[in-house]
């Protein structure tokens, strides 16, 4: 692995199903995002973590939870998705949350 | 009012022209600021930091402009790989900290 990975590259999924998304990177970076991105409304963060051990909400977090049992690992989950929730999913990581941030190829969900 | 605002364009210029793109930031205690690009159905890329003094890596200039709350890219001598969305990042406060994403500037560079 090199940089940061996601998973899948794209899932239709059916509204109330459950479904994670993995993002992995090996860069050893303490802070790592996950972004939704929509036309017209730019990239928005849904959660983040400085450090493993620790999470923190964005600015859109309902519907959606993370973990970060580890440096590598910050999947996250739709418990119950919804059609609002379409859209393409970034992960992202930094050496700490004041550094540029780089990013994963995403993952585009369509939740029908 | 958005925190991060950009012109959302599109730019349609000609290979060899001069381009910039402004984005303006509206909370005070903004620290660190910087240029992303992204390509269409891609994931979004560094471009540049921008420093308080301005700086400069090859065709692309960025400047701060913290009195008036503004930072800008400049590109010389367009080509048509410029061809992207080009987005402004604000990171803002200490204990409260946040990266801020503007929604981004659309340029197409034509032949």
């Known amino acids: 692995i090199a940089g940061i990975t996601q998973a899948p590259t794209s899932q239709i999924l059916a509204a109330g199903r459950r479904m994670t998304l993995r993002c992995t990177q090996d860069m050893r970076h303490n802070a790592m995002y996950w972004y939704r991105q929509d036309l017209g409304l730019g990239l928005r963060l849904i959660h983040y973590s400085n450090t493993a051990g620790t999470t923190g909400k964005g600015e859109v977090p309902d519907g959606y939870s993370v973990s970060r049992a580890n440096t590598d690992d910050f999947p996250l989950t739709l418990a119950s998705a919804v059609p609002s929730q379409t859209s393409v999913y970034f992960c992202?990581?930094?050496?700490?949350?004041?550094?540029?941030?780089?990013f994963g190829p995403g993952t585009r969900l369509t939740v029908l | 009012r958005k925190e991060v605002e950009q012109d959302p364009g599109p730019f349609n210029v000609p290979e060899g022209a001069t381009v910039a793109f402004n984005c303006t930031y509206s909370n005070s205690a903004s620290q660190s600021f910087f240029w992303y690009r992204q390509d269409c159905r891609k994931e979004p890329k560094l471009l540049m930091s921008v420093y308080s003094s301005g700086n400069e890596d090859g065709r692309f200039t960025a400047q701060l402009n913290r009195a008036s709350q503004y930072i800008s890219l400049l590109i010389r001598d367009s080509k048509l790989s410029d061809s992207a969305t080009y987005l402004c990042v604000v990171n803002i406060g200490t204990g409260g900290f946040k990266t801020i994403f503007g929604a981004g500037t659309r340029l197409f560079v034509k032949a």
């Open positions: 992202a990581s930094s050496p700490d949350r004041y550094n540029e941030q780089f």
